[in-house]
């Protein structure tokens, strides 16, 4: 096993909406070929299967020669199209707009569901999401993944999140200064990820009225996905089989054994904070990754983010679907099952 820990810079220039065609070396023969894995420089608990794949030997045990790549995440679609990593994981919610594009990657799994929530001040009146019309929220971004999916709820209740019907007010704060802001009344409500959000919960400093991996309209749903160069699937199909179906096997570690996980995590230092709250963050997540489940996200999110004009109505969800979503020969769709 080879591991090599960088830092990507970059020196690249993009036009909006346009991505570069990576050129992934087809020259290597497969069985000799190192897959490229970025992990993000700031790491959380959504990345979980990638450290129990590195520490519980699932890459080995595949038989999958890898490097680790440590990347900035706002860079990991361009480190994907042009090659310099073949594989990562990110938020589907964020990708959905690139992908509608140009962006050229391949999903071939969903990691797991929930890590978002919306939360309001403990006495706040407002009661439930419905209540959120009219009203301030934080959040870190409007491309964020709290965003997006706070957006698709309001929607589904009928309530205006296009800029031709607007009927919430969105404030932009870096991360950590959210709970400042919903504690010093400066918004009514925060989209924020975990552990963040489950921190602010558990010392009663705010109320969560929306949680993806609670909520019915969301819970079912993989928020995180596998993300692959499309021309490092071409070329390497069974290289990239096998990665997925390491992560498959890591995944289904961290639903069944969320304790030993976190407290890997933290031993290893892989992650930082409490190993029994990362334990009860986890335990709220579902980690049965499934193949179909990528598949079922990517066309879902897309008509949502059609219909609250987030992605234009010339692109078609299903030859979105078809063009990103790959099942790998080889892969099962779930272990569960």
């Not at 959905?96 to 706040?124: F, M, W, Y």
Request: hydrophobic residues 40%.
């Amino acid at each position: 096993m080879k591991k090599c820990f960088l830092v990507l810079l970059l020196a690249a220039v993009t036009l909006p909406g346009v991505y570069a065609r990576g050129k992934t070396d087809s020259s290597v023969a497969e069985e000799d070929y190192v897959v490229k894995i970025g992990r993000g420089v700031t790491v959380g608990l959504c990345s979980a299967p990638f450290f129990i794949a590195q520490e519980k030997g699932f890459y080995e045990e595949e038989g999958l020669k890898w490097d680790e790549v440590q990347v900035d995440t706002g860079q990991t679609n361009l480190l994907l199209t042009t090659g310099q990593i073949d594989v990562t994981n990110n938020l589907l919610a964020t990708l959905i707009q690139p992908l509608a594009n140009g962006l050229e990657v391949k999903i071939p799994l969903g990691l797991h569901t929930g890590c978002v929530k919306v939360l309001v001040r403990p006495d706040s009146p407002i009661r439930g999401p419905a209540d959120l019309k009219g009203k301030k929220i934080g959040t870190t971004g409007m491309a964020a993944s709290g965003t997006v999916i706070t957006q698709r709820y309001l929607a589904e209740l009928g309530i205006g999140v296009s800029a031709d019907n607007l009927e919430v007010e969105w404030v932009i704060y870096q991360s950590a200064d959210l709970p400042l802001a919903l504690e010093r009344v400066q918004v009514d409500a925060i989209a924020q990820g975990d552990p963040t959000a489950h921190i602010i919960e558990s010392e009663g400093k705010g109320r969560v009225i929306i949680n993806s991996a609670t909520d019915d309209y969301l819970k079912e749903e993989f928020c995180c996905v596998i993300v692959a160069g499309a021309n490092f699937v071409k070329n390497y199909p069974q290289t990239a089989a096998k990665f997925v179906r390491a992560i498959q096997k890591a995944a289904a570690y961290v639903q069944n054994n969320p304790d030993e996980t976190a407290r890997l995590m933290a031993e290893k230092r892989y992650v930082a904070g409490d190993p029994e709250v990362n334990a009860a963050i986890l335990k709220t997540y579902d980690y049965r990754s499934s193949v179909d489940g990528a598949r079922i996200a990517i066309g879902r999110n897309t008509r949502d983010l059609q219909r609250i004009k987030l992605v234009g109505d010339d692109v078609d969800p299903d030859v979105l679907t078809r063009t990103t979503f790959i099942a790998l020969e080889g892969v099962p769709d779930s272990l569960f099952k």
